[in-house]
């Protein structure tokens, strides 16, 4: 079974530019998640697909950042413009259909993104 | 969700059992409690999670108190390997809260 993966492994791009990074979850994941980790700070969530559709976008720092899933496959999380603070690591996961309370719905994460504004 | 708290930093041998302490005193009733790991960059690596149970499976084991404040992973045999951060979470929901971890380097 292949693992998340996540598309591209490294970006870095001059403040005001706009940067896309791809999610492609577990096959037959329902759920998937993005979080980050930007410099000397903890991981911390960002958002929670279920399929297409969003169930929690309380940790998106701004309206700078577009997250969308269409056809509840894999999906982007769009930089828009990029600021000097948005660099960072960007992990995504994802975990089978579900309750969260439920034995083996554990999240599975990607490599992530290195993501880099200049 | 319970906020966990880890000790900082620990050493272990190599091929000795390396026992790793989390507190989740606040933790309710419907929250398990998640083990992941990062070595160096990567993603974060899933480990083991357990609800009230001690749990055990090819990585590593989950010892649990009787009343849930706190809970020990175990690695039984340490390898340079799995010199790596270990994240202990305590979560009822879909959002993963992570802290600041214990980093555990294994001592050849």
């Keep these: ?118 | 969700d319970a906020k966990t708290t880890q000790p900082p930093s620990m050493d272990c041998a190599e091929g000795r059992a390396a026992n790793l302490p989390c507190n989740h005193s606040t933790i309710s009733g419907n929250e398990y409690v998640y083990w992941y790991r990062q070595i160096h960059s990567q993603g974060p690596q899933y480990i083991i999670h357990g609800l009230k149970n001690n749990e055990t499976n090819e990585m590593a084991s989950l010892i649990i108190t009787e009343d849930r404040k706190s809970s020990t992973l175990i690695l039984p045999h340490a390898t340079l390997r799995d010199t790596a951060v270990y994240y202990c979470i305590s979560s009822g929901t879909y959002k993963y809260i992570f802290g600041t971890g214990t980093r555990l380097k294994v001592l050849a």
């Design chain 1, 1 to 118: 079974e292949a693992g998340v993966t996540q598309f591209p492994s490294h970006s870095v791009i001059e403040k005001g530019q706009t940067v896309t990074l791809r999610c492609d979850p577990i096959s037959g994941h329902d759920n998937l998640y993005w979080y980050r980790r930007v410099m000397g700070k903890e991981i911390k969530f960002l958002l929670h697909f279920v399929k297409e559709s969003k169930q929690d976008e309380s940790g998106m720092p701004n309206n700078r950042f577009l997250a969308e899933r269409t056809g509840g496959t894999y999906s982007t999380l769009k930089v828009q413009p990029a600021e000097l603070e948005d660099s960072g690591v960007y992990f995504c996961a994802s975990s089978r259909a579900g309750g969260p309370r439920l034995k083996n719905n554990e999240q599975f994460f990607g490599p992530g993104t290195r993501l880099t504004v200049l």
